[in-house]
Structures are given as C-alpha cells and as structure tokens.
C-alpha cells in the first residue's frame, strides 16, 4: 500500500489561471508552482459553478456542495421580504448565509483539528477548537456582510493620504514655517510643518479624535527631502522619517477608542512625492493593521507577528485604480500583503496542530482588476502598456510562488497539498446592461421613463453612475467592479416593472402574492419568463452587432447548471466572454483572448500520482469527497461532488482497507477460537 498523507492544505489563489501560471513556469520562473503541478496531478478541465464569482464558489469548496444547495448564489443576497430590485441585496459574507455543512466544522465535529486562514464567508467560526483567521471580507480584517454595492469596513479604517495636492479620499494640508519643534535634526533649514487629523475612513471600531504633525526639512540644504511624522512636535517621539521613494519601517502604535480602549495596531508609510520647494507634498499610509479583533479564539491574532509584512485594503488596488501611485508602489504593496500572508500562515500551522488547513489568498484577483484587460494583446491601451503590464504580472506571481514556498515547506513533506482558484477571468469587453432588452421590451420602466423602451431614463443614470465611481475609484478599474458596484444604483419604478435585473445573473419576476409590490399574476409566471428569455436572445448590441446573451434558462432548468431553490431569480442567464467584465455572468468553459473562466486545480503529495494530467471532467464540487476519501474523514452532510480516483496513486483505497481489515478480523477469529497455533 502507497503512503498516504497525514494531513492536508488546501491553499486557494482567487483567480488564478493555470495556463498563466504554466507561461511563467515555461519561462523558467515560479520553481514552487513548477514542483507541484509537475510532482503530482494538475486538472486540464476543472469547471467551477456559476456564477462564475467569489462568495459561491468558495462556498462550493468548502462544502463540496452546488451553489443552489448551499444557498450562497452570487456575491450578494437578496434581502428577504424586501422588492427584487438590486439595491434590496447584500455582500454574502458570513458562515451564516451557507447552508451546507463546511469540510472544517464536520471534522471539527470529528474531533479533528482544522485552522482556517482568510477564507471567504468563513467567519464567524462554529468550530468548537478550531483556529479561525480573519473570513469576513476578502482580506485580513475586513468586514463585507450586509453591505450593499462593493463597501466593506476595517476594524480601522482604510489607508490614508496626506497631501498639499488635490487627491480622491485625501487629507489636504498647508505646509507653513515650522514653529515649536523641539530636537530639530542638526543642520535643518526653513523647516516646514503642519497638522493632520489621522482618518479611520469607514472603520468598525469608533476611535477618539486624533491628530498628528508632520515635519518638513533639508538634510543637506540642497532642497526640502525628509518627511517626519511624530504624534507631538519633538522629532524625538517621532512615528519615523522617510526620503522620497522610501517606506517607513513598520511603526507600532496604540490608538484610543471613544470609550477609552486601547487597540495596538500596525502600519507603514511612503514619501511618494517631495519636491525640493516643498511645493508638491504627497505621503502614503497603509490601512492600520490592528493586532486582535480578527480571529477565533482571540488571543492567536495576538500572537501573529509579521516583522515586515502588513495587510492591505485590497492589497493597493485602490490607490493604483485612482491614479495616486503607479506599478512600482502598487507591487511593493503586493509584496508587503503577501509577506503578512506568508508570516500567519506559516506561523499557524508550525505553533498549532492540525489535521486540515485552509485558506484565501485574495492578491491574483485584485490585480487582474487592474492589469489583466492591459495584458490581453485584443484589449491593450498600447504596446508599452501592455508590457509593463505583462512585467507586473511576472512579479505578482513570483510574490505568490515565495508565499506558496513558505506555507509548503513549514507544511512538511506528509502533507496533500490542493492548489484550486475559484474561477477565472477574461479582460474587458463592452458592457452588456440587463436593464436594456427589458426596458426596450416593456418588462422594466425606471422612475422618471415615460413611454415603453424609453432608455433616456436608463442612460441618464448610468452617465450619473458612472461620473460618481470614476471620482471614487478611478479609470483603472476593471469593468466588472464597476458594472457591479453601477446595477445597485438604479431604480426601476416597482409599480410598473413586470421583472428587474438583480445581481450578477439573474433577472426576478415582480410577482404578486412573493414580492412587495408585486403586480404580474400567478397565471402569468411562465409567460412572462418565457418573455423575458426572449428578449434577452433578441437584444444585439448596438456597437458591435453581436448578441451579448449566450444562454437564458428558467429557473427550473438552472438545475443543470447547479442553481435552484429560493436564493435564485426567476429567470438566469450568461453573457458571452468578449462581453462584460472580467468574471462572474460567463460560463465556466468561456475562453477568450488570454482568459478562461475555468478553476486552477491541482493535487500533490502522498497517495496522489506524480507527474499527470487530469484530463476528465471534473469540478471544485469534488474537491471535498476527494480529500475525505483519501484521509477517511467523514464526509459533510451536504456534499454532492465525486471522488476523483483518477488523481490517486491508488483509487481503490477504500476497498483495499475494508479487504485488510477482513483479513485481519479472520486471523484474530483463528486465533480466538484457536484455530491458528502461535
């Protein structure tokens, strides 16, 4: 019998696509991705559910079961009891909003010892003596349940920028002679100074009003080039002093509540810009980065210490998207989110014990936000776009191959290691708004439409929309993000709209006797679905000529597709992949240009074959009764995926352990009724 694994890791990379991955490993890059899809199993055709998106797909790897059965359906949930209409929907973030059991808390009910690391829609932890890590929101310490729209909260507020500039989200200050400073550096000229109020930008924890002062001098009377920031005006007590181009080392400091708590938390800074007249003044602090408040049991945030690595609202996105800062500053930030990743994961699973590990890594699809539509050829601004794009991706990925390296050699070699990504993506297309076909077909009237198909209404808001997300987050951004973040804000007219678009995929009948409001008769149901179906085939886009619509299904034959129960619309469809944003209404075996929709999957060590292709079917369904299969763990009550016997060195395990242990029932009988002589 072949060795089998002690414990397992399955470590996620949202969005990662293999044949991206497999370019740099050709290229003589990423030596830790290399050593595990070419050591063990790598899935040549891993679909993922639809969606094709964040929460659901997590979901479905955790338990094993199809979106329609675990209840989480897109990246947001529709308020019960409330119209169907965008606005009335929530970012479904909390263990609460999955109905099927997670491989963590079966095993934790097994007595089993499992650690969950930033793992999407995990928190708050059931586990009884699990270890839980963060799980509300996409990164370390967000928060993202119940939010409308693409908000989120940090436990204290999001990264800060102080300025003399004009900057989106910025603290604007005057920089005036410097009066009152104590312990001057030695040689300081005309020093400048000034006084900001520390933001905790849509913070969850209410803080105390706090101000600190910022210092302005000349190391060499050449020009002002030092930026000092200290919470008095002595350079003594100073938080720290950088140069242009350079961070801060990581400052540690106790920030007071309204109710008089402390809370430790950690940040760095950077001087983006400093001109020697001091006329253009530009510095950078990360998100607070608090040291408790994010885990289960509390004291193991506590004791997670990263010397040099913080964790980032969205690992730099938003400063890049809005223009604050460009590549070099946003992969410095990329590298200082997986350092912190690579120092929690590496620290949970060398101080505790555990049988199962698992955890998000986030970076890979924040970026593909930003780059991936620069990287694709059909799609890139310029040539010299599209290679500092292809530059910064080598760099991301090489950041995600240390942290791999890290977690891989700390997991030691009797460890199943699952590589998985949720889903892929594909670069930006033109935009494909659902509003549209209904609008024009009379099944949707926005507040403010007069006559059927009238789309001034429609186009009006979209311009307002549109307008409000560019200030607030930037021309970079991926399409998806916006289409997703714009769709919250309109307002159809409920008592003249038959059926709204909602969510990602699905458009929902405004039903009498279901919906508040509803005005469409039990009796027309089937009609108007079959209305809405055709409308969304018969729409073509008027800038290319091409129907953006690729598939429309009722509800009832979404089963095919894994979708069904109460958290679906009435009718679901998917657009195709050269239309849209970059994932979430595509199906799972869309390609187009350098992008696919399919998951990343791949298994290596102990029991698994080395060196193979899984060239079946399969799906992160079965990534659950796999896992259970090999380990014999109890499988979670609602698990529907299959057992992928084809990735082990030995398929037949089960049946080769129920034969051992018959044959040793018949020598213990023997010996029992002394039939076999010693």
Not at 522 to 533: C, L, P
Request: with cysteine; charged share 20%; hydrophobic share 40%.
């Amino acid at each position: 019998m072949s060795k089998l694994p002690k414990r397992v890791a399955v470590l996620g990379f949202d969005c990662a696509e293999p044949h991206l991955i497999q370019k740099h490993i050709d290229e003589g890059h990423l030596p830790t991705f290399k050593k595990l899809f070419e050591g063990g199993v790598l899935a040549e055709n891993c679909l993922v559910p639809y969606p094709t998106i964040t929460p659901p797909n997590w979901a479905s790897i955790a338990t094993g079961a199809w979106p329609g059965t675990h209840h989480v359906t897109d990246f947001h949930l529709h308020r019960e009891g409330t119209s169907q209409v965008n606005a009335n929907t929530f970012e479904a973030f909390s263990s609460e909003n999955c109905k099927a059991e997670t491989i963590w808390d079966s095993l934790d009910a097994a007595g089993k010892k499992c650690i969950v690391c930033n793992y999407p829609g995990s928190w708050p932890s059931k586990m009884k003596n699990g270890i839980m890590v963060s799980g509300a929101g996409l990164g370390f310490g967000e928060f993202r349940n119940g939010h409308t729209g693409l908000e989120c909260n940090l436990l204290l507020g999001m990264d800060q920028i102080v300025s003399n500039g004009i900057y989106p989200h910025a603290t604007k200050v005057k920089l005036e002679d410097a009066e009152g400073w104590k312990n001057l550096p030695a040689g300081s000229e005309e020093p400048l100074a000034s006084r900001f109020d520390v933001m905790f930008r849509l913070n969850v924890e209410q803080m105390a009003p706090l101000s600190w002062h910022v210092l302005v001098t000349q190391s060499a009377g050449q020009g002002y080039d030092r930026v000092t920031v200290s919470p008095t005006q002595d350079v003594k007590d100073a938080l720290f002093t950088v140069s242009k181009g350079e961070w801060s080392k990581k400052v540690h400091y106790k920030f007071k509540t309204q109710d008089g708590r402390e809370i430790e938390a950690s940040f760095k800074a950077k001087l983006l810009e400093l001109t020697d007249d001091a006329e253009d003044f530009l510095l950078v602090f990360s998100a607070f980065c608090p040291a408790e408040g994010w885990s289960h049991p509390p004291e193991v945030a506590r004791e997670i210490i990263s010397e040099e690595g913080i964790f980032t609202f969205a690992a730099g996105l938003l400063g890049y998207t809005l223009g604050i800062y460009e590549l070099d500053t946003y992969h410095e930030l990329v590298e200082l989110h997986d350092q912190w990743l690579g120092d929690a994961a590496t620290q949970l699973i060398t101080k505790y014990p555990w049988d199962l590990f698992f955890m998000h890594i986030h970076t890979i699809d924040w970026v593909y936000h930003s780059i991936l539509t620069d990287m694709d050829e059909n799609t890139c601004a310029s040539k010299d776009v599209h290679q500092k794009a292809w530059d910064f991706h080598l760099k991301l990925l090489q950041s995600q191959d240390r942290l791999l390296a890290r977690i891989v050699e700390a997991a030691g070699e009797d460890t199943l290691f699952v590589l998985v990504s949720d889903h892929g993506a594909v670069a930006d297309g033109p935009t494909f708004n659902p509003y549209v076909p209904l609008i024009k077909n009379g099944l949707c009237m926005m507040e403010g439409q007069g006559a059927d198909g009238d789309l001034k209404a429609l186009e009006d808001s979209t311009e307002q929309v549109h307008t409000f997300f560019k200030q607030n987050i930037g021309d970079r951004v991926g399409r998806e993000i916006l289409e997703m973040a714009t769709l919250n804000l309109f307002k159809p007219d409920i008592t003249r709209s038959k059926a709204f678009p909602q969510r990602t995929v699905y458009i929902y009948i405004n039903l009498k006797g279901r919906d508040p409001g509803g005005i469409v008769e039990q009796a027309d149901y089937e009609k108007v679905q079959q209305q809405i179906i055709d409308a969304l085939y018969a729409y073509v886009d008027p800038g290319t000529g091409k129907r953006p619509v690729a598939l429309a299904l009722t509800k009832k034959d979404a089963r095919i597709l894994g979708l069904h129960g109460e958290a679906v619309g009435d009718v679901i469809y998917a657009i195709y992949p050269e239309f849209g944003g970059q994932h979430g209404p595509h199906l799972p075996t869309a390609e187009w240009g350098l992008g696919k929709l399919g998951g990343m999957l791949s298994f290596y060590g102990p029991g698994i074959k080395k060196g193979s292709k899984l060239g079946r079917t399969c799906g992160l369904t079965d990534i659950v009764p796999t896992i259970c299969y090999v380990m014999s763990w109890p499988v979670p009550e609602h698990t529907e995926g299959n057992i992928l016997f084809q990735a082990l060195e030995n398929p037949n395990l089960a049946s080769d352990r129920l034969k051992n242990l018959r044959e040793s029932l018949v020598k213990m009988e023997k010996a029992l009724t002394g039939g076999e002589k010693h």
